[in-house]
């Protein structure tokens, strides 16, 4: 490939979410979210920059297409993935945090919260939902 040559846009599947090959670090998140499809792009970068600013030095990596966002070495407390109509936030220990996070899962202690086009979410909320889920014991993936 010539040095000049645009790299392939990253492939969306099902509902839109990107195509991302794992990788670990702020360049495959940056990535992921840069190829985010209409308004999603714009909602992943304000998730992640609510994040940073809520857990400094946050790990983070993508894997099996979702950015995940960690607080110590070895484990995760959040991912995202575009869902066709929203944007959806995975909480891993979601049951733990007050409030819960309004959606529930198939997983016993996992929560989720989605995010839509035209309803604006309440960051705050979802501030203080960060900084609890980090502060909890990790989950191994």
Known sequence: MDDRTE?????????????IPKGYGNRPVQTYIA???GWKQAVGRQIDQLIEQAVPNVRKAVKWNSPFYGADDDGWFLNFH?????IKVAFFRGTSLE?????ASKHKEVRYFHIYENEPFDTEQF??????A??????KM
């Open 7 to 19: 790299p392939a846009k990253p492939r969306l599947l099902a509902g839109g979410n990107p195509q």
């Open 35 to 37: 190829a985010m499809p």
């Open 82 to 86: 575009c869902i066709a109509r929203y």
């Open 99 to 103: 409030p819960m996070p309004p959606v």
């Open 134 to 139: 980090a502060k909890l014991p990790s989950v």
């Open 127 to 132: 501030v203080d939902w960060v900084k609890q």
